[in-house]
C-alpha cells in the first residue's frame, strides 16, 4: 500500500472518532447511530459475518456487536442466516434497505477518499512520511481511548 493511502486509511481513523463527519451523515443518520452504520459497513464487507468477526473489526466487545445487531435486525436493515451444515453459528447479511445504507456510507467515504488524496498531493514524500507517524501515534491513542469506554 502506498504511503498516501496509508495516510489516509490513519485520517478516516481518525474521522470516525470525531464529528467531523457529521454534517455529511445528517442524512444517513436520522434512524440509525453512527455504530450501526460502521456495523453495516463490516456486515457488508466481511465473508460470513457473525458477532465475533464484527467485535473483532470493529474493536467493540461481542454483547455490544449483540445489541447493535438487535437494533438492526428490528429496524429490517439486516437479518440472520445459518450454512445447512452448521447449525451452531448464527450468520448476518444485508437487507435491501441494509444495502442502500451501506452504499450511501461507502459512497460517503470514497467522497472523503477523495477529498485527503488531493489534499495529500501537497505533500512531499518525506513530508508524508513524518505525517503518517505522526498520526498512527494519534489513531493508536484514540484506539486505546475507544477502548476504555
Request: with cysteine; hydrophobic share 35%.
Amino acid at each position: 500500500m502506498n504511503q498516501k493511502l496509508r495516510i489516509l486509511d490513519t485520517l478516516i481513523k481518525i474521522q470516525e472518532h470525531s464529528d467531523v463527519f457529521e454534517p455529511k451523515l445528517a442524512g444517513l443518520l436520522d434512524e440509525i447511530s453512527l455504530a450501526e452504520v460502521h456495523c453495516i459497513d463490516w456486515i457488508g464487507r466481511l465473508d460470513h459475518p457473525n458477532v465475533t468477526k464484527i467485535s473483532e473489526k470493529m474493536g467493540l466487545t461481542r454483547g455490544a456487536i449483540s445489541k447493535i445487531s438487535k437494533k438492526l435486525l428490528s429496524k429490517g436493515l439486516i437479518e440472520t442466516y445459518q450454512e445447512p451444515d452448521n447449525h451452531k453459528e448464527i450468520y448476518f447479511r444485508l437487507t435491501e434497505s441494509g444495502r442502500s445504507v451501506y452504499g450511501e456510507h461507502k459512497k460517503l467515504h470514497n467522497e472523503v477518499r477523495e477529498e485527503w488524496l488531493s489534499f495529500l498531493e501537497h505533500y512531499s514524500e518525506d513530508e508524508q512520511a513524518v505525517l503518517f507517524r505522526f498520526l498512527t501515534e494519534i489513531g493508536d491513542l484514540l484506539d486505546r481511548k475507544w477502548a476504555d469506554q
